[in-house]
């Protein structure tokens, strides 16, 4: 019956968790470029009683069934889900959003790169396109102040339009990033994430190109939390809580009777 009161332990532990990401993914539903986490789960070490296949008579005949105690369960790893999320039409011309694979590459204030899914790009006093916290896009852009428009293609070629010039003036393009194992990548919060040993390193393209994805303009891409599933993810989590709560219970009670026999 001890074990019984560690098994459920283990089973509230994961499902406190499990509540924990879907709370996350809950508060990000409007978050531009967010992409939800998953917990996936593993059971513990079984305990075996009585092997399968163990000889019961010197004849030879095995039991079919053996005797496995598990000692439940336990969350093994939190992955990102980088589908597709819903598109957002602004109509702001600095607005990004990227159809397919890829991730923009953004300039962290130690010299590194971060990567992301958010298009919410602004210019800074000097026309350095960056994002909302200030971090410059990599490449870097450049608008000249004078700029009446700026057009953005799909294949990342960023052009605008000068007073008294009617021709486009092309000042740089837009190149994405890609990974092996997207999943792999670290959070860092503020909508960016790095690159690590499970991600592999970053494979750098123009959009539209090998796979990469393309740049749509006046369009964010919004958070991919499916509010009905995780609503149901909840409640599962909630009752899955309360069943492994109740086993506590259950054994307590077990225990409670054990120690209350007598002659």
Do not use: C
Request: aromatic letters at 6%; a negative charge.
């Amino acid at each position: 019956m001890m074990r019984a009161l560690w098994t459920s332990a283990t089973g509230m532990q994961a499902q406190q968790m499990n509540i924990d990401v879907v709370a996350n993914n809950l508060a990000n539903v409007n978050t531009a470029g967010f992409k939800r986490s998953r917990t996936d789960f593993q059971d513990l070490l079984y305990q075996t009683m009585r092997a399968p296949g163990s000889e019961t008579s010197q004849a030879g005949t095995q039991v079919p069934v053996g005797i496995q105690l598990g000692h439940g369960v336990r969350a093994v790893s939190v992955s990102k889900m980088f589908t597709q999320g819903d598109y957002n039409q602004t109509g702001n011309q600095l607005d990004l959003a990227i159809e397919g694979r890829g991730f923009f590459q953004i300039q962290m204030p130690d010299g590194s790169t971060g990567y992301s899914r958010d298009g919410t790009f602004k210019m800074d006093e000097t026309g350095q396109v960056v994002t909302s916290d200030g971090y410059p896009l990599e490449p870097g852009l450049v608008v000249p102040q004078e700029a009446v428009q700026v057009t953005v293609g799909p294949d990342g070629s960023v052009n605008v339009i000068l007073p008294d010039n009617v021709e486009p003036v092309n000042i740089g393009n837009v190149q994405l990033a890609t990974f092996v194992n997207p999943a792999g990548l670290t959070a860092l919060g503020r909508n960016l994430f790095q690159e690590s040993g499970a991600s592999g390193n970053p494979i750098i393209g123009d959009p539209g190109t090998d796979g990469v994805g393309t740049i749509q303009q006046g369009y964010l891409e919004m958070s991919n939390v499916n509010m009905v599933e995780e609503m149901v993810q909840m409640i599962a989590g909630q009752r899955a809580y309360e069943i492994s709560s109740k086993g506590i219970r259950t054994a307590d009670e077990m225990l409670s009777t054990a120690t209350q026999l007598k002659r």
